[in-house]
């Protein structure tokens, strides 16, 4: 696999400044093996911590039994299914599988046109604000909403995404990254779609992608 690394920016909330990563068109080994050595490690003292809090099942992370090494091997040599990661200080703070065929717009303006869809994104647990206080790093999820975008466009799609959103990122969606929301989706495990038009991709590029 040959992989492209382009420079991107994260926010230190340690350290209040910003800091020089990566941002890698493809999962690695290197990837699967932070996952494995570094978050796995890490989201069960999280939600041991929750646990011993009192802190109810439904508020713990809603991506805890994602298994990124399967998902990964599932999509081994299919162009239409892309990975991200992005890399600082040495280590994976986010990974990301995009779909570029299978899905299509549903919100009115643009109904049945091609988008990018967003299929699994997550941070690394200390860069989660539910998780830890202060969280490490900022800018995670901008930078894949970004490279997403970048994708669309890439494909001609203009800027398009769509996505199911974990009831933990909505928030993320609908007022960080100015998606639309159409609701819950019955079909979709009940979680809420949102999609993202040509202007509102532009609208999110031009705001930036750093806090």
């Known amino acids: ?3 492209t690394v382009s420079p991107v920016y994260l926010f230190n909330a340690v350290t209040n400044e910003a800091e020089s990563a990566e941002l890698w068109d493809g999962i690695t080994e290197k990837q699967l093996g932070d996952w494995e050595g570094e978050w796995l490690p890490e989201l069960f003292k999280s939600v041991q911590k929750l646990h011993r809090a009192g ?5 713990w992370p809603q991506s805890r039994h ?3 090494r399967k998902k990964t091997e599932a999509l081994q040599g299919m162009l239409a299914q892309p990975g991200f990661s992005i890399v600082c200080n040495g280590m994976t703070q986010g990974m990301m599988i995009l779909d570029t065929v299978m899905k299509r717009c549903r919100i009115e303006q643009q109904k ?3 988008l990018v869809y967003v299929d699994f994104v997550e941070n690394a647990p200390w860069n989660r604000p539910d998780l830890h206080d202060p969280a490490l790093y900022r800018g995670v999820g901008s930078v894949m909403i970004n490279a997403a975008i970048a994708q669309s466009k890439e494909l001609e799609f203009k800027g398009r995404i769509g996505l199911h959103s974990l009831p933990q990122a909505n928030s993320f969606y609908a007022n960080t ?4 929301d159409l609701g819950m989706d019955a079909n979709y495990q009940n979680l809420r779609y949102f ?6 991709a532009e609208a999110f590029i031009a705001k930036g992608t750093q806090p």
């Open 112 to 114: 049945g046109k091609e």
């Open 55 to 59: 802190i109810e099942r439904r508020h």
């Open 195 to 200: 999609e993202m038009t040509p202007e509102q």
């Open 1 to 3: 696999m040959t992989i």
């Open 177 to 180: 990254c100015g998606m639309s």
């Open 66 to 68: 994602w298994n990124w």
